[in-house]
């Protein structure tokens, strides 16, 4: 017979349409509803609640007295919880990100009772390569998915082993037709026969053994109190099969001892019989950036200077961090972060993006302060310390401020040596500002805001400290305003149409007409892309003249081009061929002399609606596929997509398009030369022109609808629903941050991953001087004026963050390996080697003492640095 597992649940969208506090009362009635039945109902087993942690959090923060009740169920594995913290997106959220929601979520667990101990993800657009190896590290081994399955990934079977790069593994059970299928089930018989008819053929033809699952539940949906008069109505019409209430993992103890399941690898990310969305990774770009600027804050400064606090005597703040860490994963639920909700939820988004910024920054700050005041200053000189949050030494141009009510100073090292530094502006800060109590006890002298850059070695994982003295300093003038400007490695030059030519001075190769921008209409939603046929995209680089600034110092140089583009309103003056309003476009190009990253910032003011805009790379190369980063890893995609010729034949949900997602780097390369795109807000793009040589990275979307039905690459229904999102037209202005990387070698030998990760972990400091507004008491503790915790010496590893254990007294590095050789961890500590470590499971747990690690192409590995 067919064994039919019905399993209860409940999928808890917080946010989509509807608000986190209308859903919140809705879950106080579910609540009830659900222990009610289980409590009464003995011959009820269990109930699923989806997966996330962040449900009960909601309860109880109206209903704390229900948390007894709650734990009793849950110890007698009724109630089925964890073991997320929230349902998480897996393309456009960070490995950090992923892996903390699986930390905070089970340690939440352990309060009740065990974890469902599956890796849950029954909604979210697309998987990741990398997500077998991120549940195996918390000791995972089954996983549950809906989208972006199809035959091309080497099997037509709804389960299987899903293998990571690494060689992790876990047993997969796909819900071919979604979490949904069982909810609502009808008590009349030929509308529930009508249903299942349509279901089970499918569900059949997919299964490797007798055992089937029905999910019975649906988005907020209240428990199916007559589920036991559908069972025996199923019974009676469908006598070949046995239904019974049921919980996954009874269906993964059946699926285990089948043999022969089919073993398969990669990501997930096809809209053959579900949508995935492809393009929905630039949908609200302004929630999205912030998201990838406040991951990058907490991974690459925060947890690495708190560490290094740690490691000096001071407190690790874990409360706080997790705070902040809950505070973005409720907007990493895949319609939180994909954007596709409505305009009152994107301000509930933007709003704890805008407090875990302000948290983050507070407490670096608050961290770096704690360091600072501990280093002794002779004489009594105001401080200015550089932190290097990288394992490696660097010598790079730093732009930092200083305070101070000196007309002129000197910036002297530990030994007392001057240090050369360039004034690049300065102004008067009220006292005010620095101090309240300056002004209450009646001094209004003012302070002067210096703005200088140095170019200072700095220890690896460390900080140097250097004086500020009364003296009179060599001022450097800027040289005046020009078109072109050089480093060691690039000559640069600021064109009319708005454009760059850049000239790789190693090779001599000239790249022009760089950082067009390209415009074309969207009829879209917040879902999906959906160009206006027949369209031809236009380029900015046509149409424009620009305003060109250009400055240059000792340090560095400095180009802007801006420009008005003026373009269509609205669709219906893109239709028409009427241009009517207008983009504003600045692009300013920063070069420090000694570094291979050009930095760009783009500010954009923009007037219009329902167009998209990209970033055009052009990089000479052409390309078969791309190479991008995902979690903890890298993963190369075609440029193109066969596909595409028969998703309409074949019936696809939508069409697959080669726009993709990646997190901070993505690079085209050939056997002689790499090119590389980073990343600190974007995390969308496509590789395009006539030989695929160029790097397209969308900007943004503007489009005012949630769902529409009948798009050109998407037929059919609505997704989500037909709702106005004025806000997602994304009117006003928006800035974002990218570097650019030209290498002389394909992409084997060169080491993008790190060189991301030095554009994600720029140098930071601290000017101490003798006001605060917020007072503290010394802690008495003496920090040394230069540090250095550890160097990582094999520069192929890439740090993924440091950070202090949760339950135990030691300091844990994560590290992960981009490349396709096995690469071997070593580490130097005060001026000592150090090749055998003891290593740990993402979730924390000891896997080995003093072992050397040997890192896998695509592995990720973490293992104690300090204790």
């Not at 597992?5 to 009830?32: A, C, G, K, Q």
């Not at 790069?165 to 979490?179: A, E, I, R």
């Not at 809209?271 to 990774?281: A, D, E, L, P, T």
Request: aromatic residues 10%; hydrophobic residues 35%.
């Amino acid at each position: 017979m067919k064994n039919v597992h019905i399993v209860p649940h409940m999928h808890w969208d917080r946010e989509w349409y509807f608000s986190t506090e209308e859903s919140r009362i809705l879950l106080v009635n579910n609540m009830t509803e659900i222990m009610d039945m289980l409590e009464e109902h003995p011959e009820y087993p269990c109930y699923v609640l989806d997966g996330q942690t962040a449900i009960l959090e909601d309860y109880f923060e109206v209903c704390p007295e229900q948390r007894e009740r709650v734990e009793k169920l849950v110890k007698a594995g009724r109630l089925i919880i964890g073991p997320w913290y929230t349902q998480t997106d897996e393309l456009v959220v960070g490995a950090e990100s992923i892996t903390r929601n699986l930390l905070y979520g089970m340690s939440d667990c352990e309060a009740f009772g065990e974890p469902m101990k599956i890796g849950y993800l029954p909604d979210s657009f697309g998987q990741s390569s990398q997500m077998p190896q991120i549940l195996n590290g918390f000791g995972i081994d089954y996983a549950i998915f809906w989208r972006g399955i199809s035959e091309r990934h080497g099997t037509d079977k709804t389960e299987f082993y899903w293998e990571g790069d690494d060689g992790s593994k876990v047993l997969t059970q796909l819900l071919p037709l979604g979490y949904a299928i069982g909810k609502y089930l009808p008590e009349e018989a030929s509308a529930l026969k009508e249903r299942m008819d349509k279901y089970f053929p499918v569900l059949d033809k997919g299964a490797t053994s007798d055992h089937i699952i029905l999910p019975n539940g649906h988005d907020q949906m209240p428990v199916q109190r007559n589920i036991f008069t559908i069972i025996e109505l199923l019974e009676e019409l469908y006598p070949e099969r046995k239904f019974f209430l049921s919980r996954y993992e009874h269906v993964f103890n059946q699926l285990k001892e089948t043999i022969d399941l089919p073993v398969i690898k990669g990501e997930f990310i096809d809209g053959k019989y579900s949508r995935v969305h492809r393009s929905i990774f630039s949908t609200r770009m302004d929630i999205k950036a912030a998201n990838a600027r406040i991951e990058n804050k907490i991974t690459n400064i925060l947890e690495p200077l708190a560490s290094i606090a740690y490691s000096l005597g001071h407190e690790y703040h874990h409360g706080l961090i997790e705070g902040i860490w809950k505070e973005i994963m409720k907007n990493h639920a895949h319609d939180s972060i994909g954007c596709c909700c409505s305009d009152k939820v994107h301000a509930e988004i933007m709003a704890r993006f805008i407090n875990a910024e302000e948290r983050t920054d507070r407490l670096i700050e608050f961290y770096q302060r704690k360091i600072v005041e501990g280093i002794p200053s002779p004489e009594s000189h105001d401080k200015v310390v550089l932190f290097n949050l990288l394992p490696k030494k660097r010598k790079e141009v730093v732009t930092i401020k200083i305070i101070s009510k000196l007309p002129s100073f000197v910036l002297a090292d530990t030994k007392g040596v001057t240090v050369e530094y360039q004034i690049i502006s300065q102004e008067i800060i009220d006292p005010g500002l620095i101090d309240r109590q300056i002004v209450h006890y009646g001094n209004y002298e003012p302070f002067i805001e210096y703005t200088i850059q140095v170019n200072r070695e700095l220890p690896a994982m460390g900080y140097d400290t250097l004086y500020v003295k009364a003296g009179e300093q060599k001022i450097t003038q800027e040289i005046g305003l020009k078109d072109t400007i050089e480093s060691e490695y690039y000559i640069i030059t600021a064109k009319e149409n708005g454009t760059f030519k850049i000239v790789n001075k190693e090779n001599g190769e000239v790249y022009d007409t760089v950082f067009a921008i390209e415009d074309c209409g969207d009829d879209g939603d917040e879902y999906d892309f959906s160009p206006l046929r027949e369209e031809v995209p236009s380029v900015s680089s046509d149409y424009v003249k620009a305003t060109i600034g250009g400055a240059e110092t000792q340090f560095c140089g400095k180009l802007t081009t801006s420009y008005q583009w003026k373009l269509p309103k609205n669709l219906d003056s893109r239709r028409e061929g009427i241009v009517d309003s207008f983009v504003e476009i600045s692009l300013t190009v920063t070069v420090p002399k000694n570094s291979k990253t050009i930095q760009l910032t783009l500010s954009i003011d923009n007037q219009c609606g329902d167009h998209r805009m990209r970033l055009l790379i052009p990089t000479k190369i052409q390309a078969l596929v791309s190479i991008a980063d995902n979690q903890f890893g890298i993963i190369e995609r075609s440029v193109e997509d066969s596909a595409t010729a028969v998703w309409e034949t074949e019936d696809w949900d939508e069409r697959p398009d080669t726009i993709f997602p990646f997190l901070s780097h993505v690079s085209l390369t050939n056997t002689e030369s790499t090119v590389a795109v980073f990343s600190n807000s974007s995390r969308e793009y496509q590789i395009t022109g006539s030989n695929f040589d160029k790097i397209a990275i969308t900007l943004f979307r503007g489009i005012g609808v949630l769902g529409k039905e009948k798009l050109l690459r998407r037929p059919g229904r609505p997704s989500g629903i037909k709702l106005a999102t004025p806000d997602s037209q994304m009117l006003g202005k928006i800035t974002l941050d990218f570097g650019i990387y030209f290498e002389e070698s394909s992409f084997s030998n060169v080491e993008i991953g790190n060189r991301a990760k030095e554009y994600l972990t720029p140098i930071v400091f601290y000017n101490q001087i003798p006001y605060h507004a917020m007072k503290l008491n010394p802690s008495g503790l003496v920090s040394p004026v230069t540090y250095s915790l550890f160097t990582q010496e094999n520069p192929k590893i890439v740090l993924s963050t440091l950070k202090k254990a949760e339950k135990d007294q030691i300091l844990l590095a994560r590290f992960y390996n981009p490349t396709n050789c096995l690469e071997e961890l070593s580490i130097k500590k005060n001026d000592k080697m150090k090749r055998n470590y003891d290593s740990y499971k993402l979730n924390e747990e000891k896997i080995n003492s003093d072992c050397s690690v040997k890192i896998k192409p695509n592995q990720v590995t973490t293992v104690k640095i300090a204790d």
